[in-house]
């Protein structure tokens, strides 16, 4: 969850093999541009060519994220940058998180699967529960308590209000 000009963005990355495809595309690039400038005693301009192209591909694979807007649409930002996916919050007819994942189901059946971290997605599903759009139902699915992550938030969270009162 980054602040970012006013809006705040929920960053999230595709499926776990895609990711690992996509990052070891992306190091090729400046490894090349290593073995360059260990050939050379100067500079080369083929290596400065090769960091530029290696910094495009870091820029576009962090360039995936949410953002909840106030018209009460949910904008999901990826790779393609010209064409970003707007959603109407109120489509959104249920959310299914796991430890790793997070799943939109929408209204006309389709889905779409997401990896968050952990606290970018609870903030995440806090800010989209509370949006007064939002008609659909929030579904855990990790129904073991070592991976309820919520239930370990909230149990911190009072450990540290008792842990306050005492003192």
Do not use: C
């Not at 707007?86 to 249920?94: C, E, G, L, Y």
């Not at 939002?134 to 149990?155: A, I, P, R």
């Amino acid at each position: 969850m980054i602040k970012i000009f006013g809006k705040v963005r929920y960053h999230w990355q595709p499926e776990l093999s895609w990711s690992i495809i996509y990052w070891s595309i992306t190091f090729i690039p400046i490894f090349i541009a290593m073995s360059l400038f260990y050939e050379r005693g100067t500079v080369p301009i083929g290596g400065l060519s090769f960091i530029a192209v290696f910094m495009i591909f870091v820029g576009f694979g962090f360039h995936r994220y949410f953002i909840i807007s106030e018209d009460n649409k949910l904008w999901i930002i990826s790779l393609n940058i010209l064409k970003p996916l707007k959603v109407d919050i109120a489509s959104i007819k249920k959310v299914e998180v796991t430890k790793t994942t997070l799943a939109l189901v929408f209204e006309d059946g389709k889905s779409r699967l997401f990896h968050m971290r952990k606290w970018p997605k609870k903030y995440f599903i806090d800010a989209l529960a509370l949006n007064p759009a939002f008609k659909g139902e929030v579904e855990l699915l990790d129904h073991l308590d070592s991976l309820d992550y919520f239930k370990f938030y909230q149990n911190d969270k009072k450990e540290k209000a008792s842990l306050r009162n005492q003192s």
